[in-house]
């Protein structure tokens, strides 16, 4: 199944990913058989996608594409593929903007390769995905909250979801992803916080002043101006 399809289908009902995740000039890797673009009716605020695939270059390292390029990059199905996951995330954070957001999904271990490795549906498979195990049945798993550190202080996760809803558990072992329906992976969203807010350790809202009319409006409370 066209996966990045099946995933856009879900993002609609998602709404930070048309106010939020999507929005801007975006990179698209390793999808030129099912390209995010083509949804961009559907995410208003997307600006233009670029596509990268094996035409245009080693998708690990993403050469000749500046620092700090793109509002978002997107990567479907892709990650499992490269030589060194972990290079390759480095990467494709790198060519984000501050304040942009990178938008990646993995197989699941248990749902998609079910305990067999190599890959029984998809030869291309370098590696496998968990949130996170101490132990994994899988000579070659990836528990994804550890890869991520490796992206540093900028880091910042807003979303991660193991994407189990359409996943039949009771089914003897097959790709259920050849259905439409089930996505058996992992979706994770990291925006690049800008270095002043990585040094400082964190997101903090501007000083400011809140009056109480603005209070009453977003809260329904009334409250007392302080009394000089």
């Keep these: 199944m066209k996966e990045a399809s099946k995933a856009m289908f879900r993002r609609l ?14 990179l698209d ?8 673009a083509q949804y961009s009716e559907l995410f208003p605020a997307i600006k233009g996608v670029r ?17 700090n390029s793109f509002d978002f990059v997107h990567a479907s199905h892709a990650l499992q593929r490269m030589p060194d996951p972990r290079e390759a995330l480095r ?4 060519v984000l903007r501050p304040g942009g957001h990178l938008i990646v999904v993995v197989p699941d271990e248990d749902m998609y390769e079910q305990g067999f490795w190599p890959s029984r549906h998809n030869h291309g498979n370098r590696w496998t995905f ?5 132990k994994s049945w899988s ?15 900028q880091a910042d996760i807003r979303r991660l979801e193991v994407l189990a809803a359409g996943f039949r558990h009771t089914l003897p072992r097959f790709d259920q ?16 916080r800008p270095q002043a807010e990585a040094v400082a350790g964190g997101r903090v809202n501007a000083d400011g002043t809140i009056t109480a009319s603005d209070v009453f409006v977003m809260t329904g409370l009334r409250v007392e101006p302080p009394k000089a």
């Design 177 to 192: 992803s050849l259905t439409p329906v089930a996505e058996c992976a992992i979706e994770v969203v990291i925006r690049k």
């Design 13 to 26: 009902a998602q709404t930070d990913f048309a106010t939020r995740y999507f929005v801007g000039q975006g």
């Design 51 to 67: 596509l990268w695939d094996g035409i245009d270059g080693d998708a690990q390292y993403l050469t000749g594409l500046a620092d």
């Design 29 to 36: 890797i390793a999808a030129a058989t099912d390209p995010i």
């Design 91 to 94: 990467h494709w954070f790198r």
């Design 139 to 153: 000579p070659v798993s990836i528990n994804l909250l550890e890869a991520v550190q490796v992206l540093g202080a």
């Design 130 to 134: 968990t949130v996170f195990k101490t």
